[in-house]
């Protein structure tokens, strides 16, 4: 099968702009998550998504970052505007919200944003 | 904040078994141990949970003890492309994956 797909894979834009990162996720998974990896430290959840409604966005930075799934499949992620310290991989990983089973979240190749 | 405490990085000939400690001493009863990994510049990838009882799968072995505070992650034959960073994680069946820093694992031929 597919995997989640991710782009841009990279993007390096000035502080002060803004950017928007596409997630397409595995067909049929009803949960889509975006992550926040700064260098040298495990990924950090931002925003859960169960088909098109927020979950938890508990560490989502509201004021600059916005995300939506219209439709319950893509979600787009966009920072504006763009901080230094958002320079990050920024992933997506989706999973079927089974209560059996692994459960397991299934992870795309991220995209690496550079803020200058 | 993370659950669970790793060491910080480990070696392991390849060909030989990989054994990664993991310590989760304040897990609860319904409280899984999951193990990913991160190869460079790519996503995270599942590799293997349980809850109690040792698990085996294609990847790897999970080793947990009786009293489920700590537990190991046995890859049984390193070879070079095993290199990543490996995240154990302790957490609810659906709830959130909360990442630490995990064990950067140096694979050497």
């Known amino acids: 099968e597919a995997g989640v797909a991710q782009s841009p894979r990279y993007k390096i834009i000035e502080k002060r702009q803004s950017v928007a990162f596409w997630c397409n996720p595995i067909s049929g998974h009803a949960t889509l998550y975006w992550y926040q990896q700064i260098l040298g430290q495990g990924p950090k959840l931002l925003i859960q998504?169960?088909?098109?409604?927020?979950?938890?966005d508990s560490q989502l930075p509201k004021d600059r970052f916005s995300a939506e799934r219209l439709k319950g499949v893509d979600s787009t992620l966009k920072i504006q505007p763009a901080k230094l310290e958002d320079s990050a991989v920024y992933l997506c990983?989706?999973?079927?919200?089974?209560?059996?089973?692994?459960?397991?979240?299934?992870f795309g190749p991220g995209t690496r944003l550079t803020v200058l | 904040d993370a659950k669970t405490t790793q060491p910080p990085s480990m070696d392991c000939a390849e060909g030989r078994a990989a054994n990664l400690p993991c310590n989760h001493s304040t897990i609860s009863g319904n409280e899984y141990v999951y193990w990913y990994r991160q190869i460079h510049s790519q996503g995270p990838q599942y590799i293997i949970h349980g809850l109690k009882n040792n698990e085996t799968n294609e990847m790897a072995s999970l080793i947990i003890t009786e009293d489920r505070k700590s537990s190991t992650l046995i890859l049984p034959h390193a070879t070079l492309r095993d290199t990543a960073v490996y995240y154990c994680i302790v957490r609810v069946v659906n709830e959130k994956l909360t990442f630490g820093t995990g064990t950067r694992l140096t694979i050497i031929p």
């Open positions: 998504f169960q088909n098109n409604g927020v979950v938890d």
């Open positions: 990983a989706s999973s079927s919200s089974s209560l059996k089973g692994a459960n397991e979240q299934f």
